[in-house]
């Protein structure tokens, strides 16, 4: 398929903002998939920070990290993710990527999942985090009965950020079946001016 597929797309659009140096945060650790790959864009002088609730979630993910030789390179927090604004004030405005990958943890507990009132605060706070043309990228899962208030919560969100503070796109195939996930990118603007 010539279309990329949406987590494709969004490591496509990371990596393209990371460079070797850079900080950027996991706000939906789990496993530890999208970690690994923000630690291997972000280069052995870059910084990551992920964050999860769930004890399983973070032992899976540092197994992960640990394995591909990356694991001092990650700050991991059992934490949610609506506390990114005051754990990482220290990097307000340098942060270059955020990635949310909403839901549950694929092969855990299906009740324990991201929810719209710590999302929100938490999608704020990274978008404050930001550097200048730095990126959120978050996947929205409607197939499930949370996802899909949370999911409608979120775009209700973005669509109503200014203009002049930050560019959203929404990638989606639309004529697939059963509420198919969404990806939402958040680029912050260099300035009011542009
Ligand atoms: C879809 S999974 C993330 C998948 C992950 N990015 C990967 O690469 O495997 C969603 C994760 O969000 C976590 N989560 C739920 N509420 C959270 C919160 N308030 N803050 C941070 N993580 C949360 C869940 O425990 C779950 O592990």
Sequence with gaps: MTLKP????????????????????DATVGNGHDTLFLATCTGADGQVY???VQAEALASAKARLDEA????????????????????????GQVKAVTFNLGYLPGGDKERVT???TTLPAL????????PGGLVTAMLYSGHPQGKEEAQAVLEWAKGLDQKRAHVLLYQFWNQKNDPPVLLAIEKRNSPST
Aim: hydrophobic fraction near 45%.
């Design 69 to 92: 030789g990356v694991l001092e390179r990650v700050t991991l927090w059992q934490a949610g993710h609506e506390q990114m604004g005051e754990r990482l004030a220290m990097h307000r």
């Design 124 to 131: 704020e706070a990274a978008l404050d985090l930001l550097a």
């Design 115 to 117: 929810v719209t009132s």
């Design 6 to 25: 949406l987590l494709g797309y969004g490591k496509e659009i990371l990596s393209k903002v990371l460079e070797p140096g850079d900080i950027a945060v």
């Design 50 to 52: 992920g964050f999860d």
